[in-house]
């Protein structure tokens, strides 16, 4: 493994506080004790020290804190220096200057974390929870993402590799011993366990969905004809001016987006332009965009500005706006709302909420399915249906069929994997991790 001495800012870039640089490489002591000023003293790992950091030229760049890891035990397991810097800009070039001067070099994208992979300190379902984590904007997302990153995902397709490696290994062995040397009912019990284990599988692609939804926001959609309200209803819910509001039909001419966090989950608003015949080429395209948003929706306020007998279903709750110019309730199946007065608002997000809830909730048992593992867990679903459908006492086709299933999980561990697979996967991650 190149074992290359690399660094890379690993806090954000931009005015702040404190700046975290990170250095990863082989036999780092030394060039720690170097920078701390201690060339002649035992260096403790682990241990903060503050010290002002000096160029070649005995020139001050900082006063910072510095914090050597001794391999293994560190983030990637080889050593790690990490300088805590004031966050200017100028500090953090000259900092790299000075590595740079070193035979250090800036790190790519993913690569610390790539060689805490190949130091196997973590798997590739661990980066995946990883990579989650770092683009988490909510409580829910950093729960989710936390469980992955920790081992979770990974506790459970090692569990199935293992189960598929041990089928496939008495499925072979079926063919070449006695019978009396087999446990008894070995054939059933195989059988068994891999229709155990494709269900199992099928559960979590199942819940594809639900991973989807948490990493990438619940998606509600403001449906309706025009000039009901839709915008500013979504600006009530949003909390700002997003959408320009009007008493002119057909004001939202394309999709206005805004996220807000509810009850931990990321939610994704979009404000659609009003359905209605038009002549208009640029409203058409505004109206098409809405049936796309429609089809994508995990949820739909269909808004209305009168009375009407529409029933909700399980992807939609019915609207009735401008409730302050009806002077009837009588759809018992309704939200009635007024954005003038704050009408009904408060009954509208319980209403969201208790969707979200029936929908997300429990999905702390859900794996973090992106799409690299959710190609390879179909890919394993597929291997494994095929062993049982296609049966015919073929032993060795069976196993066969469980053997490539188990590599399939194996690359979504990264413990069978190619370059492409790992390339992408560590790609996802931003410099420093």
């Not at 560190?74 to 966050?87: A, Q, R, Y």
């Not at 395209?285 to 909700?312: C, Q, W, Y």
Request: glycine share 6%.
């Amino acid at each position: 493994m190149n074992n290359d001495r690399i660094f890379a800012l690993s806090s954000g870039f931009g005015k702040s506080g404190v700046a975290v640089i990170r250095i990863s490489g082989d036999n780092l002591d030394e060039f720690a004790k170097h920078i701390i000023g201690k060339k002649n003293h035992e260096l403790k790992s682990r241990h903060a020290y503050f010290c002002n950091l000096h160029d070649d030229n005995g020139d001050l760049i900082d006063q910072c804190i510095v914090i050597y890891f001794a391999t293994p035990n560190s983030f990637t397991g080889t050593d790690i220096i990490e300088i805590h810097t004031h966050g200017a800009t100028a500090v953090i070039n000259k900092v790299f200057e000075f590595l740079s001067s070193h035979n250090m070099r800036m790190a790519t994208p993913g690569e610390f974390s790539r060689r805490a992979f190949m130091n196997q300190k973590m798997d590739l379902s661990d980066i995946d929870g990883l990579a989650a984590l770092l683009d988490a904007q909510t409580d829910r997302q950093r729960q989710f993402a936390l469980k992955s990153m920790l081992g979770g995902d990974g506790e459970i397709y090692t569990a199935w590799r293992e189960q598929m490696i041990e089928i496939a290994a008495y499925a072979a062995a079926i063919l070449d011993y006695d019978s009396d040397d087999l446990p008894q009912n070995i054939s059933e019990k195989i059988l068994a366990k891999t229709r155990e284990l494709y269900q199992e599988i099928n559960k979590s692609l199942s819940r594809y969905n639900i991973s989807r939804t948490i990493t990438h926001g619940f998606n509600i959609a403001f449906v309706g004809e025009t000039n009901v309200g839709k915008s500013s209803l979504f600006n009530c819910l949003v909390g700002s001016n997003r959408a320009i509001v009007s008493n002119t039909p057909g004001t939202t001419r394309d999709v206005i987006s805004a996220q807000i966090d509810i009850d931990g989950y990321l939610v994704n608003l979009s404000d659609t332009a009003g359905i209605r015949d038009t002549g208009d080429e640029i409203e058409q395209m505004g109206i098409d965009r809405t049936k796309s948003e429609i089809d994508s929706a995990d949820l739909i306020l269909h808004v209305f500005a009168n009375e009407t007998n529409t029933l909700p279903d399980d992807k939609t709750i019915i609207v009735i706006n401008k409730s302050d110019t009806i002077k009837t309730r009588n759809n018992k199946n309704a939200i009635y709302t007024s954005t003038t007065s704050d009408t009904g608002i408060d009954e509208l997000l319980n209403a969201i909420r208790k969707k979200m809830h029936s929908i997300l909730d429990g999905a702390e048992n859900t794996l973090v399915i992106n799409a690299r593992t959710y190609k390879l867990l179909t890919d394993t679903e597929h291997e494994l249906n095929s062993a049982l459908e296609n049966f015919d006492g073929n032993y060795d086709i069976f196993a066969e069929h469980v053997r490539v299933a188990a590599d399939n999980i194996g690359k979504i561990l990264g413990t069978i994997t190619a370059n492409d697979v790992m390339d992408a996967t560590f790609s996802q991650l931003c410099l420093g991790k």
